[in-house]
Nanobody, 115 residues
Framework: QVELVESGGGLVQAGGSLTLSCAAA????????RAWYRQVPGKQRELVAS???????IYVDSVKGRFTISGDNVPSSVFLQMDSLKPEDTAVYYC?????????WGRGSQVTVSS
C-alpha cells in the first residue's frame, strides 16, 4: 500500500468551486488508474471520476461539464476541480489509486455545499 494524502475539502455556497488534491507518498509505477469517489451517509460509495496513467478520463453523468479530473505522474497525484457545485454534491470525497502492485485509498475530505 501507498499512503495517499488529501487536501482541499471545505464548505462552499451553491455555484461555487473547490479543488481537491491527493498526493501519493511514493511514485506509483504505470499503468495505474487514479480516481475520486464520494459517499454520503447511508449510501454506497460512488465513482465520481477516474483518470488512467495514459490520460483517459471518465465521469459520472451528474458531474459531467462541472468537474475536471487531472493529475501528475511524478509525483503521483490526482486533482478534482469542482465548479458550479450543487447541494447534492455534499459528501465525503476519497481519492483512490490502483495499479498492478498496489491499491490505496485516501482518508476522505468533507465537501459541504450550502444552498
Amino acid at each position: 500500500q501507498v499512503e495517499l494524502v488529501e487536501s482541499g475539502g471545505g464548505l462552499v455556497q451553491a455555484g461555487g468551486s473547490l479543488t481537491l488534491s491527493c498526493a501519493a507518498a511514493a511514485v506509483i509505477s504505470r499503468p495505474y488508474t487514479r480516481a475520486w469517489y464520494r459517499q454520503v451517509p447511508g449510501k454506497q460509495r460512488e465513482l465520481v471520476a477516474s483518470l488512467t496513467s495514459d490520460g483517459t478520463s471518465i465521469y459520472v453523468d451528474s458531474v459531467k461539464g462541472r468537474f475536471t479530473i487531472s493529475g501528475d505522474n511524478v509525483p503521483s497525484s490526482v486533482f478534482l476541480q469542482m465548479d458550479s457545485l450543487k447541494p447534492e454534491d455534499t459528501a465525503v470525497y476519497y481519492c483512490h489509486f490502483k495499479s498492478l502492485a498496489i491499491e490505496s485509498w485516501g482518508r476522505g475530505s468533507q465537501v459541504t455545499v450550502s444552498s
